[in-house]
């Protein structure tokens, strides 16, 4: 899921009344087919076919896309490969050993050091940056009771640019960091230095690098909480649910030598006082439009019928999951292939994957979510529930005698026509497009 508070342009102002449900729109890359405002049925079943439905409680639903089980993996996998060459260099000194009746215990070492230095931060900096992903994609929560979407966007930043606050300057510390551990180590091997000359290479080799530690320390120390300070701040957005715009956009991106169609449901909230941009929006890659329709019913379900018509979060990143997998696994599979499996699961890590992938999707993703749309979410008696509009419930009646008679909502046409009475599709126009997200 992608959110931003970009200001794209529109084909044409929200005021104008000839984008409502229904309404069939070509763009300057594609189509594009208008589901709300006045969030229409569409007839199709709720299905979350992109896994965009992350949390579900009576009062709210949380849509938040990303595949957290496979960063988690990704970053894991470093340590079994750390493991790996450790065990293999030691197995390989033994043989020697053996053979040749010495111990010979330097390359088991060096290769210990190698992954402290190369392997295991490298896992870190991947599983550090999966945290951050999920930190900085916060997710859309629609509110039933309260008929209101609470959209996230980042506010602007003061654009506070700091000295050497890049990656390159970050690489560049760290091969200086590796030269200096490396000058140290080789100082403390030296066989045919006396224990003067190696004691004083050791001595300047520790005090140089524990400067630099120092150094870099001190200035991460600053730099993060100045970044912290003026960096872009999330707010929610909250929009009445049967003024939210929704489409679902087909776009043709034609490169060099290939083409490739990109189908998307969008969800926005328009500015106030400018109806061609987009306060705040979010969007998700359906792949297919009868998909993009499968999921528009997921949260229209939810929003209109309560949480028993909406499907319940995927729980394939849950350790339960993972353990019942196992298990069925282990009945319905001969030695060999389960061996390969249980292979495959310990070089991913796939049981503690699970563990870190439960972690940020039940407490990281919603730690840094503001204390107003906490106090938002809050359940409301049953009596203080707001209600659906005429309007709406007249507009999705008709809808569904039409689906009853076998039409589609994808030939429908706007749906002014057919609270007129009228069955008649209106003439595409072409336009740029609708929001970006």
């Given at each position: 899921m992608h959110t931003t508070d970009e200001t794209p342009s529109l084909p044409q102002p929200l005021s104008e009344p000839n984008w409502e449900a229904g309404l069939r729109r070509s763009t300057k890359d594609g189509r594009l087919l208008a589901l709300s405002p006045e969030p229409a049925m569409t007839g199709e079943r709720a299905v979350d076919v992109n896994t965009w439905i992350r949390r579900k409680t009576e009062s709210w639903l949380d849509l938040q896309n990303g595949n957290?089980?496979?960063?988690?993996?990704?970053?894991?996998?470093?340590?079994?490969?750390?493991?790996?060459?450790?065990?293999?260099?030691?197995?390989?000194?033994?043989?020697?050993?053996?053979?040749?009746?010495?111990?010979?215990?330097?390359?088991?070492?060096?290769?210990?050091?190698?992954?402290?230095?190369?392997?295991l931060p490298w896992g870190l900096c991947m599983h550090f940056l999966g945290n951050k992903a999920v930190k900085e994609t916060p997710p859309v929560r629609l509110n039933r009771q309260r008929r209101e979407v609470a959209m996230p966007r980042w506010t602007t930043g003061k654009g506070l640019q700091l000295p050497f606050w890049n990656s390159n300057s970050g690489l560049i510390a760290y091969i200086v960091l590796l030269l200096t551990i490396g000058f140290v180590f080789s100082a403390i091997t030296q066989e045919n230095?006396?224990?003067?000359?190696?004691?004083?290479?050791?001595?300047?080799?520790?005090?140089?690098?524990?400067?630099?530690?120092?150094?870099?320390?001190?200035?991460?120390?600053?730099?993060?909480?100045?970044?912290?300070?003026?960096?872009?701040?999330?707010?929610?957005?909250?929009?009445?649910?049967?003024?939210?715009?929704?489409?679902?956009?087909?776009?043709?991106?034609?490169?060099?030598?290939?083409?490739?169609?990109?189908?998307?449901?969008?969800?926005?909230?328009?500015?106030?006082?400018?109806?061609?941009?987009?306060?705040?929006?979010?969007?998700?890659?359906?792949?297919?439009?009868?998909?993009?329709?499968?999921?528009?019913?997921?949260?229209?379900?939810?929003?209109?019928?309560?949480?028993?018509?909406?499907?319940?979060?995927?729980?394939?990143?849950?350790?339960?999951?993972?353990?019942?997998?196992?298990?069925?696994?282990?009945?319905?599979?001969?030695?060999?292939?389960?061996?390969?499996?249980?292979?495959?699961?310990?070089?991913?890590?796939?049981y503690l994957a699970h563990i870190i992938t439960e972690r940020r999707i039940k407490t990281l993703a919603l730690k840094s979510l503001p204390e107003e749309l906490k106090a938002w979410s809050a359940p409301l008696p049953k009596d203080q529930w707001a209600k659906p509009s005429e309007a709406l419930q007249g507009l999705n009646q008709k809808l569904t005698d039409?689906?009853?008679?076998?039409?589609?909502?994808?030939?429908?046409?706007?749906?002014?026509?057919?609270?007129?009475g009228r069955e008649k599709k209106s003439p595409q126009k072409r336009g740029r497009g609708r929001f970006r997200a």
């Open positions: 957290l089980l496979f960063g988690a993996e990704f970053s894991l996998m470093f340590l079994s490969l750390s493991l790996l060459t450790v065990m293999a260099a030691v197995g390989f000194t033994l043989e020697v050993g053996i053979n040749i009746g010495r111990w010979d215990w330097g390359l088991p070492l060096f290769v210990l050091v190698g992954n402290l230095l190369i392997s230095a006396s224990d003067e000359y190696r004691s004083t290479l050791v001595f300047w080799g520790l005090l140089i690098l524990g400067t630099e530690i120092l150094v870099i320390s001190t200035y991460l120390f600053i730099a993060l909480r100045l970044k912290k300070k003026h960096d872009p701040k999330l707010v929610y957005e909250i929009y009445p649910w049967e003024k939210l715009v929704a489409y679902i956009e087909t776009r043709q991106d034609i490169g060099p030598s290939l083409m490739a169609t990109h189908t998307v449901l969008t969800l926005a909230i328009p500015k106030p006082n400018d109806p061609e941009s987009a306060l705040a929006a979010a969007s998700i890659n359906v792949g297919h439009e009868t998909a993009g329709l499968a999921q528009w019913e997921c949260i229209r379900q939810f929003m209109e019928n309560g949480p028993e018509a909406c499907p319940d979060p995927k729980e394939d990143e849950t350790l339960a999951h993972y353990k019942a997998k196992c298990r069925q696994a282990r009945k319905e599979m001969s030695l060999l292939p389960w061996l390969v499996k249980k292979v495959g699961d310990w070089f991913f890590q796939r039409a689906c009853g008679r076998g039409l589609r909502f994808t030939h429908m046409g706007p749906v002014s026509e057919w609270q007129a």
